[in-house]
């Protein structure tokens, strides 16, 4: 099945630190998700993007709809330890009602 | 508000043995539904979606089969079951007629075939 390019595919990073994720298609899209997952249990939306450069946040999350509605990215400052699990972006094809996600960002946050 | 529920947490069957997981939405109305599966420490793959009663599309070829009897019930369905079919299952549902709407999930059922 098709699958979105995200990267990087991990990261450990320092508490404090800002981190930055992006995940990119070969299609357009008119909507943009992020979502976190934590073990064993369901991805929990963080951020939507529904326009072409359109930046929006939530917290110390900020998430942008590319220009060319082929990209998007994710930006978390001042990581804490709670910011550990696995970040997927998630995005809709024009003219359909499916979401395809792409292959995750495993986030380790060292204290 | 609108919940998603999906059953069972957890799932231990013998290869061959049938297979039946549900979910259903509660308040809202036209939902659309769909069933995700993630293996160990991937993506998740879109295996079916549905946009009405008894309207499935299938994303993938595989052993499973989807089914919506009733408007806000998606059940996921096989009558033999493999060993690839091990995996963790995650019902989805989104506003129906919205086109700008986002995607909420259930909590997932692990299953495993031994």
């Known amino acids: 099945g098709q699958q979105l390019n995200q990267s990087p595919q991990s990261m450990f990073i320092q508490e404090g630190e800002d981190v930055s994720m992006n995940c990119t298609s070969s299609?357009?899209?008119?909507?943009w998700l992020w979502y976190k997952q934590d073990p064993g249990e369901g991805p929990v939306l963080l951020i939507a993007?529904?326009?072409?450069?359109e930046l929006t946040s939530n917290g110390r999350l900020t998430a942008q709809f590319g220009i060319t509605r082929k990209d998007s990215f994710l930006n978390i400052s001042a990581s804490i330890p709670s910011d550990v699990g696995i970040y997927f972006c998630?995005?809709?094809?024009?003219?359909?009602?499916?979401?395809?996600f792409g292959t995750g960002t495993r986030l380790k946050v060292l204290a | 508000s609108q919940t998603i529920h999906q059953w069972p947490a957890t799932l231990v069957q013998p290869v061959g043995s049938p297979l039946s997981l549900e979910c259903t939405v509660e308040?809202?109305?036209?939902?659309?539904l769909y069933w995700y599966r993630q293996a160990a420490g991937r993506g998740l793959q879109l295996l079916f979606y549905?946009?009405?009663?008894?309207?499935i599309s299938s994303e993938v070829p595989q052993n499973l089969s989807a089914s919506r009897p009733q408007d806000r019930q998606f059940i996921l369905s096989s009558k033999k079951l493999l060993l690839s079919d091990s995996g963790f299952y995650l019902c989805?549902?989104?506003?129906?007629?919205?086109?700008?709407?986002?995607?909420?999930f259930g909590q997932g059922t692990r299953l495993t075939v031994v």
């Open positions: 998630a995005g809709r094809p024009s003219g359909t009602y499916k979401y395809i």
């Open positions: 308040g809202t109305s036209n939902p659309n």
């Open positions: 993007l529904y326009k072409a450069g």
């Open positions: 989805a549902w989104s506003e129906g007629l919205e086109r700008n709407t986002e995607a909420f």
């Open positions: 299609s357009i899209f008119n909507t």
């Open positions: 549905s946009v009405g009663i008894g309207q």
